[in-house]
């Protein structure tokens, strides 16, 4: 069943403070069109240059997920990506006048609640999503950290945290459903490491940090000296530690808090694949580097798939194009007429088909013993898919040849073997001018590419008639 793509109604704007910065920072959320993805845009910066929320443009994760483009940069971007995700849409533009989102309470509630008042709208663009049909797993062998991820009907995530410590110590974290996220997920707020407070204080960070957006557990025992700087830092008169180990009197959401905010960290980092995913993760130790680093082996593997995507064709149904149909168009005749069917045929693409049969003359010598398709014919095979599209285009095909001009990015895949069917598929790059047509093609057996290439060819009229 296809489902369609979901952005927002209309612009919703929010405001507040940059965790880091500690800058005052607004962002607006808008709809975008389809097939747009997510993008962020820094309204602040001459020409409001936009960054593409995909892992290729991930350039630091130790606070929090950042990318940059053509120097223009967006710091701790997985909240509102996990929020957006949250709500399973497709497109959006998430505008904002510096670098850093507001970090609010440290979670996606407040950036999913402004997304929903303004309600979502379908889109009229069906929703592209990977099916994971395999399992898939990345590594940190020095941290021990592992993401991977299996086949299932459905996105879902679990994710289990170790940091070792007393005050933590082992939880997990499960989303079954996206459509849980908002109430099982969404207000899952950060969370930190008392020594790792004191470093960003000590380095000029968390400007914009409070303990109202930010769990801090207590891993040490605290000197009065660095309590005076972190009730300076977070401008209270006094903090304390609380029996549960938590700074202050903050009241934990849940009992595995830290979990559950692990696991929509992985949903923001693994937003940056760029295209839904149906398949269950599970997360190992999960952090923003190794979050990234699995979303863009994924963002990867897509690409290559999508490459390399085999179309289905019924080979039972009639053709549209018989042996003795193909014959009354090209000029090309046994043992050198090389496609036996044409199956599809538009102004701007054909697709045919090639039983390769034992018989073919061309096995008595490549090779004795070990039968191979030469791939310059399976080359040759295609260009007549490409000709049967090209003299198309005129009235009296048979008056015509076809010659090659030009083969660009040959690339042969796989063998091709006795009892192999081929499948062709050529398409045009531009139109037909002046009877040259050049094409983008490709070859499939066994559901798997086989050859590829850029062709060009020119039809002339026969001499002889």
């Not at 005076?228 to 549960?244: G, M, R, Y």
């Not at 994924?298 to 149909?325: A, F, G, Q, T």
């Not at 069917?421 to 047509?437: H, N, S």
């Amino acid at each position: 069943m296809s489902i369609k793509q979901i952005t927002i109604k209309k612009e919703v704007s929010l405001e507040g403070i940059g965790l880091h910065s500690g800058n005052k920072v607004k962002l607006t959320f808008k709809p975008s069109g389809i097939n747009t993805g997510f993008k962020f845009v820094r309204s602040d910066l001459e020409g409001e240059p936009a960054i593409e929320a995909h892992a290729c443009y991930v350039t630091d994760t130790k606070r929090g997920t950042s990318l940059e483009k053509n120097g223009v940069i967006i710091n701790t971007s997985e909240h509102v990506l996990a929020a957006i995700v949250g709500l399973d849409i497709d497109n959006i533009i998430i505008e904002m006048n510096a670098s850093e989102p507001p970090i609010l309470d440290g979670s996606s509630k407040y950036f999913l609640e402004a997304l929903e008042e303004v309600g979502l709208e379908e889109q009229d663009a069906e929703r592209e999503i990977y099916e994971v049909k395999e399992i898939i797993s990345f590594k940190d062998e020095e941290t021990g950290s592992e993401i991977m991820i299996m086949p299932s009907d459905k996105y879902e995530i679990t994710t289990m945290v170790d940091f070792g410590t007393k005050i933590l110590g082992t939880q997990n974290a499960t989303l079954e459903h996206i459509s849980d996220f908002k109430n099982e997920i969404a207000a899952a707020r950060t969370f930190s490491f008392l020594h790792e407070i004191e470093m960003l204080l000590e380095n000029d960070l968390i400007k914009g940090g409070d303990l109202n957006n930010a769990i801090v557990y207590v891993d040490k025992k605290i000197s009065k000296s660095t309590m005076d700087k972190l009730s300076k830092a977070f401008n209270k008169d006094s903090i304390k530690v609380k029996p549960n180990g938590i700074l202050d009197n903050l009241t934990l959401h849940w009992a595995n808090e830290a979990a559950r905010h692990k696991l929509l960290d992985v949903i923001g980092d693994l937003a940056l694949i760029g295209t839904k995913i149906k398949g269950k993760v599970i997360a190992t130790k999960p952090g923003h580097k190794i979050n990234t680093a699995f979303a863009k082996k994924m963002m990867k593997l897509i690409k290559i798939e999508k490459r390399n995507k085999v179309p289905y064709y019924d080979l039972s149904l009639p053709p549209l194009m018989d042996i003795h149909k193909i014959m009354s168009i090209l000029p090309h005749r046994p043992p050198f007429l090389l496609i036996d069917r044409i199956i599809e045929l538009s102004e701007t693409h054909v697709v045919g088909m090639k039983n390769v049969s034992m018989n073919e003359p061309f096995f008595i010598g490549h090779f004795p013993g070990a039968p191979v398709m030469p791939g310059v014919l399976q080359v040759e095979a295609m260009a007549q898919c490409g000709g049967v599209l090209v003299l198309s285009t005129v009235p009296d095909p048979e008056n015509y040849l076809t010659y090659f001009m030009k083969m660009n990015n040959v690339k042969f895949k796989q063998k091709v073997l006795p009892g192999d069917t081929l499948i062709f598929k050529a398409e045009l790059v531009g139109p037909i001018r002046r009877g040259i047509c050049h094409m983008q093609a490709y070859g499939y057996a066994n559901n798997k590419l086989v050859v590829e290439a850029e062709l060009m060819a020119q039809i002339v009229r026969n001499p002889d008639k």
